[in-house]
């Protein structure tokens, strides 16, 4: 977008969707809320665009055993956000007012620990802090971010592309690159017309893969054929699901990639793969609701393995930037009004959603 003077004038308040009623019967609220000053190691960043995440609703319904945003005082979710600098701290001296820059799942970790040293794992650090959950999330227009673990924007990737790669698009290639696949292999996508699955078989794609789209329904199978899926299987359609994968793979996938959320996507995995499959957990179901697995001899007679991956890492979103930057990735995207923020979060929560609703801080 075309950035005026006046753009860069931080005002006192500023717009956030905010959440009433955390629990099952939550919903959100557009109000004003304080702009928050920068920290001398930070950055306040002016957000154009959020991404709206599953993960976002697990936080307000608290569904997930790890209790209420409250506890934290937070009140606006989201962990997608991409903007422009109009604030640094006073130590920063990498940033500059104007730089594109976005916030991811994770948005600080500690930098010195071993998990945070190793390259790819420092979203697991023990000092790490969610956005949207334990610090104000990407639903509030201006938010704070540290400066060293701000994710930069590259040119040719607008910030509607680079909100939902900041959680979806990163996310889902750590763990394509944990699964080791390799060109050629069949990999198999339940929810492949969700926000993540999505952007999975993209990437997927653009490094060799051979991709099969699980979803329900022609909306959700004219986007995987037109994403590329080299096959498509409509859950609503056949009854048995892993049989139609083991038709189409011949041995059965080398990888099953569980984007979905809930039980059944997780109970049929097993049965779609071949010998030595990765069964790669990505999707989180409500707590209690589900257990990934299958009888021990399916495990065994076909020498499986279950990996999970959290979020991805500054290197990985880096990474899933880069292929957008180079037109490999490119989220399908349904766009609201700031105003329509709530409307947004109902319609995933309704699982009407095919892509990412992403939320347009300036109509
Ligand atoms: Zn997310
Ligand atoms: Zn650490």
């Not at 001398?40 to 665009?49: E, I, T």
């Not at 209420?68 to 997608?80: D, I, K, L, N, Y």
């Not at 083991?246 to 049965?271: D, L, R, W």
Request: glycine share 14%; aromatic share 8%.
């Amino acid at each position: 977008m075309a950035e005026n003077a006046s753009y860069f004038e931080i005002p006192k308040t500023c717009k956030a969707g905010c959440v009433i009623d955390e629990g099952p019967n939550f919903r959100v609220e557009v109000q004003d809320v304080p702009v928050p000053e920068p920290g001398p190691d930070q950055v306040l960043l002016r957000l154009n665009a959020t991404g709206i995440c599953y993960s976002d609703l697990h936080y307000m319904l608290n569904d997930l055993g790890f209790g209420p945003m409250s506890q934290f005082g937070v009140r606006s979710a989201g962990h997608e956000g991409a903007g422009v600098v109009v604030k640094v701290g006073s130590n920063v001296t990498t940033w500059k007012v104007g730089d594109r820059g976005g916030v991811k799942p994770c948005w600080n970790c500690c930098m010195n620990c071993a998990l945070c040293w190793d390259g790819q794992h420092e979203t697991y650090c023990e000092k790490g802090l969610q956005t949207g959950f334990q610090v104000a999330g990407t639903y509030q227009q201006y938010i704070l971010s540290p400066a060293n673990y701000t994710t930069r924007i590259p040119d040719g990737v607008d910030d509607f592309y680079a909100g939902p790669i900041m959680c979806s698009g990163s996310t889902i290639y750590r763990s394509l690159m944990e699964s080791r696949l390799k060109a050629g292999d069949w990999a198999v996508f339940p929810g492949a017309g969700g926000g993540v699955g999505h952007m999975g078989v993209q990437l997927a794609k653009a490094i060799g893969l051979r991709v099969i789209g699980v979803d329900g329904g022609d909306e959700k199978r004219e986007l995987c054929v037109r994403l590329g899926c080299d096959a498509f299987v409509d859950f609503t359609k056949v009854n048995d699901v892993a049989a139609e994968v083991m038709k189409i793979t011949g041995h059965g996938a080398q990888g099953v990639f569980v984007t979905a959320g809930n039980a059944a996507a997780y109970a049929s995995a097993p049965g779609m793969l071949g010998v030595g499959g990765k069964l790669m957990c990505i999707g989180l179901p409500p707590a209690g609701s589900c257990i990934v697995g299958a009888h021990p001899a399916e495990f065994v007679l076909k020498n499986l393995h279950v990996i999970g991956t959290k979020v991805g890492s500054m290197k990985d979103t880096d990474a899933a930037m880069d292929f957008a930057a180079r037109g490999l990735l490119k989220p399908i995207y349904e766009k609201f009004p700031l105003k329509d923020l709530p409307a947004a979060v109902d319609k995933l929560r309704a699982g009407k959603v095919a892509g990412r609703c992403v939320v347009d801080f300036n109509s």
